[in-house]
């Protein structure tokens, strides 16, 4: 039996009120529903693997002493904690985990514990990791200590989200209308509180991607 660190119960009280005050109707432009909770998931997800191929990318510069790329390695830790761990993770933890919870078995319930102390783990590493950044060259203590964290993150994040595709957004999928609108809605609210839209930081990985072709 898996231990979890956090309880199903214990994210179900979290969220309830959220998804509750989330639950009035919702206007869509035109009226007509252009992306699905699946969908903008799935986006986010795909946004999400081309910034940790581009840290990858970055973590390679560093560990063969090629220089300490700051500003590039700023702002790709700068979407991990901004878009990442505040919006992508807030939606998954306050819509989609509930709906395993409620629509899944036991097996669904011990996954959704793990899956939030993940999202505290990961926290912390992007954190670790920050620490490390300097405006110029790293010493090579900084350099491998870097490098070693930053390759964690990576398989850490990467992990996580094919267990979240695999096991938990099957549920996204068969939402009713009734929870599509109050997730859609919940998405809504928590993009509100962002800094960059997904459209810009999309922008954001292909200039970076332009810069660090492999």
Request: one cysteine or more; glycine letters at 4%; proline letters at 4%.
């Amino acid at each position: 039996m898996i231990s979890l660190a956090v309880s199903p119960q214990e994210i179900l009280r979290r969220s309830t009120p959220f998804l509750l005050r989330m639950a009035g109707p919702v206007r869509f432009v035109g009226g007509l529903l252009t992306q699905t909770p699946m969908q903008i998931l799935e986006r986010e997800h795909g946004v999400t693997r081309r910034m940790l191929t581009l840290l990858e990318r970055l973590t390679a510069h560093v560990e063969i002493d090629a220089g300490f790329p700051a500003a590039d390695v700023a702002t790709v830790l700068s979407f991990f904690r901004e878009f990442v761990e505040l919006e992508h993770h807030a939606k998954e933890d306050l819509a989609i985990y509930p709906l395993a919870l409620v629509h899944g078995d036991d097996r669904d319930a011990e996954l959704v514990g793990r899956l939030v102390a993940e999202h505290d783990e990961t926290k912390q590493l992007l954190h670790s990791l920050t620490l490390f950044w300097e405006p110029d060259d790293l010493l090579p203590e900084e350099r491998e200590g870097f490098v070693e964290l930053a390759r964690t993150y990576v398989r850490r994040l990467e992990r996580h989200m094919r267990l979240e595709e695999r096991r938990l957004f099957p549920y996204a999928r068969r939402m009713d209308a009734e929870e599509t609108e109050r997730v859609l809605a919940s998405f809504e609210s928590i993009d509100a509180r962002g800094t960059l839209g997904l459209e810009r930081w999309c922008a954001v990985a292909a200039e970076l991607e332009a810069r660090w072709a492999s």
